[in-house]
């Protein structure tokens, strides 16, 4: 095997790893939501991050079908990422403040 070929699959291995995290946090947070108690988040703030988890969502099964649809490895730049990190942040803080408010 090439070192291009091996090169090409492990880049495809992980950005469909990273994906798949992305992808989990984004659910995880969609769930978070369902359950925020109205003191950590108000209605208008829960409506616009679901929106945002949406719209990461659909950025990440995009990214993937162009991967898929792809011939040759392709990489996703750090710029087009940098969103969806943000989103996972937020995530994580939004998670701290359920389980603080729950406790």
Request: charged share 20%; with cysteine.
């Amino acid at each position: 095997m090439s070192s291009d070929v091996e090169g090409g699959d492990l880049l495809g291995s992980l950005l469909a790893s990273l994906l798949a995290d992305f992808d989990h946090w984004f659910t995880r947070g969609q769930t978070l939501l369902e359950q925020c108690p109205d003191g950590v988040l108000s209605t208008g703030d829960r409506l616009e991050l679901a929106e945002r988890l949406a719209d990461g969502k659909r950025s990440i099964a995009a990214t993937r079908s162009l991967l898929q649809a792809s011939p040759e490895p392709v990489a996703v730049s750090m710029k087009a990422m940098a969103p969806w990190h943000q989103l996972v942040m937020e995530v994580w803080a939004l998670s701290a403040r359920v389980s603080r408010a729950s406790s």
